[in-house]
């Protein structure tokens, strides 16, 4: 499930508990939420990590998704999973 969201600021519990919501057995535990930027990364995280462990959410910036295009366009998939690999590691690991 993704969700895309034009809001400024870091998404919130609200935007977080909506995308969520989304989220059951027969539409997966993963969740991916795109905003155009964080601010305080660790706090999104941290919202992030609440869900655990039934639901996996991970939010991505704008300049995440030009990294991924960028990787793309070069044929670059090692970078894609690093990138994303990175993202699933912050929320588990963090």
Same mark, same amino acid.
Request: glycine letters at 6%.
């Given at each position: 499930? !993704?969700?895309?969201?034009?809001? &400024?600021?870091? %998404?919130?519990?609200?935007? +977080?508990?909506?995308?969520?919501?989304?989220?059951? #057995?027969?539409?997966?535990?993963?969740?991916?939420?795109?905003?155009?930027?964080?601010?305080?990364?660790?706090? !999104?995280?941290?919202?992030?990590? &609440?869900?655990? %462990?039934?639901?996996?959410? +991970?939010?991505?910036?704008?300049?995440?998704?030009? #990294?991924?295009?960028?990787?793309?366009?070069?044929?670059?998939?090692?970078?894609?999973?690093?990138?994303?690999?990175?993202?699933?590691?912050?929320?588990?690991?963090?």
């Amino acid at each position: 499930m !993704v969700e895309v969201k034009n809001i &400024t600021g870091d %998404p919130g519990n609200p935007e +977080l508990d909506q995308l969520n919501g989304r989220l059951t #057995e027969n539409r997966g535990h993963f969740g991916m939420l795109v905003c155009r930027q964080v601010d305080d990364e660790d706090a !999104v995280i941290s919202r992030c990590r &609440t869900y655990l %462990p039934d639901h996996c959410l +991970l939010v991505l910036e704008d300049r995440d998704i030009s #990294e991924l295009l960028e990787y793309a366009r070069e044929g670059s998939q090692n970078e894609i999973s690093d990138l994303m690999d990175d993202k699933l590691r912050n929320v588990y690991f963090r």
